[in-house]
């Protein structure tokens, strides 16, 4: 990983604080309807501590006439109303402790429920040139929902989420888990026409050939990055190619699935984006206004939990020496990104651990997201994923070194 960076939490709150129901009853018990302790986290579980990792970003941005992109090496030829912009990215992503039991206050013959949360902080650097800079920062909270009557839905995950552009967005899915490693579909970031909900492509553009050197994109030239394989015709086509890269030579035992959208399928509803002014544009919209500046409609999502099994060898070790911090075995061709491992054993006289190569499990983020934008009288694909492991050393178990 290029960029390493010290972690902090997302949320700094003070201690021994929790959310809980209000009472000023003083004479009787409060008996609340709260889960003992906190109320379920589903899949969400696993977003807990620091987490670190690389991945591929791609936006169509509009271009104004006020103020062209500069700096192109060479005069772009093509329509001239946008610009695609690539970025190979690093990202850091950090969870605090969850939020126990909030109570959410039902009506009628609908019964309070109780979410339970866990915030985040998300920066995104773009590394392809270097030195790396800062392109995104989103704070938010994931939440999991519990199944309700009112509306008849079952258990939720939802995520909050605000983007310093002026965007807040409020998404809503469902979750599933399975065997062995996920299936990844393509994604595609063609610009669309929409037309009665349905997509309509609109034709792609110059900048989505990669061998074009003269186009309306950021890089303009992709030579040198085909030539080292960090861009390729292949991203271009369908990002998500980037993350079967990363997981087809991983051993994958099981794969947690989160599926969210500011527009969920039904019986799911409710969430969505909400904008600044400037990125809505001018109001009444066209034609009687000239249209936003590039408003987000929609924000969809994939997230993968995966459970990925790794092979560590460890040298001969005596009881007591220094920890070591490791890399698993490789595999050929190698995995792109992998996270590191601590190996200490404790101080047993005239003890130690023989060495030998040992298995163990811990857990990857994958994620795909389109958000989509709308401005110049069409509706553009703005696509990020990315993976992510844990940012500090996994501990190896006691139990996998023993000593003689």
């Given at each position: ?83 695609l912009e690539l970025n190979l990215t690093s990202e850091n992503l950090s969870f605090s402790p969850n939020l126990a039991a909030v109570p959410n206050r039902g009506s009628g013959a609908q019964a309070d429920i109780f979410l339970n949360g ?38 939720t995950v939802a995520r909050m989420a605000s983007i310093p552009h002026g965007t807040t967005i409020n998404a809503q899915g469902t979750f599933s888990s399975a065997s062995g490693a996920p299936t990844i579909n393509p994604v595609d970031i063609t610009p669309f026409n929409p037309v009665n909900g349905v997509k309509v492509p609109a034709g792609t553009f110059p900048s989505q050939t990669a061998l074009n050197q003269n186009s309306f994109r950021i890089p303009q030239n992709l ?182």
């Amino acid at each position: 990983m290029s960029d390493t960076r010290i972690l902090s939490t997302a949320l700094s709150s003070p201690a021994n604080f929790t959310v809980s129901e209000v009472t000023h009853d003083l004479t009787v018990a409060a008996t609340p309807a709260a889960p003992a302790g906190s109320a379920p986290l589903g899949p969400l579980v696993a977003f807990t501590g620091n987490w670190t990792g690389q991945g591929f970003n791609t936006i169509f941005r509009p271009n104004s006439t006020k103020t062209p992109t500069a700096g192109f090496p060479v005069q772009p030829v093509g329509p001239s109303d946008n610009v695609l912009e690539l970025n190979l990215t690093s990202e850091n992503l950090s969870f605090s402790p969850n939020l126990a039991a909030v109570p959410n206050r039902g009506s009628g013959a609908q019964a309070d429920i109780f979410l339970n949360g866990v915030p985040y902080l998300q920066s995104i650097n773009d590394v392809t040139t270097l030195p790396a800079q800062g392109i995104h920062l989103e704070p938010g909270i994931w939440l999991c929902v519990p199944a309700t009557t009112t509306p008849a839905e079952g258990v939720t995950v939802a995520r909050m989420a605000s983007i310093p552009h002026g965007t807040t967005i409020n998404a809503q899915g469902t979750f599933s888990s399975a065997s062995g490693a996920p299936t990844i579909n393509p994604v595609d970031i063609t610009p669309f026409n929409p037309v009665n909900g349905v997509k309509v492509p609109a034709g792609t553009f110059p900048s989505q050939t990669a061998l074009n050197q003269n186009s309306f994109r950021i890089p303009q030239n992709l030579a040198p990055y085909m030539a080292a394989g960090t861009i390729t015709q292949a991203m271009l086509t369908d990002p998500n190619t980037v993350l079967r890269q990363q997981i087809a030579h991983q051993t994958i035992t099981e794969t947690a699935t989160i599926q969210i959208s500011t527009a969920p399928a039904a019986p799911l509803f409710g969430g969505g984006p909400a904008n600044i002014a400037f990125l809505l544009g001018l109001n009444p919209p066209p034609p009687s206004g000239l249209g936003p500046n590039a408003q987000t409609v929609l924000m969809k999502a994939t997230f993968w939990i995966e459970t990925v099994t790794y092979q560590v060898k460890v040298l001969p070790m005596n009881a007591g020496d220094a920890p070591l911090v490791l890399p698993p075995v490789q595999t050929n061709p190698p995995v792109p990104l992998v996270p590191s491992f601590l190996v200490s054993i404790p101080f047993v006289e005239g003890k130690k651990f023989p060495g030998g190569t040992i298995a163990l499990s811990t857990t990857q983020i994958q994620y795909s997201q389109e958000v989509v934008l709308n401005f110049n009288g069409l509706s553009w694909p703005h696509v990020s994923v990315a993976t992510l492991v844990p940012a500090d050393p996994v501990s190896v178990p006691a139990y996998l070194l023993p000593l003689t």
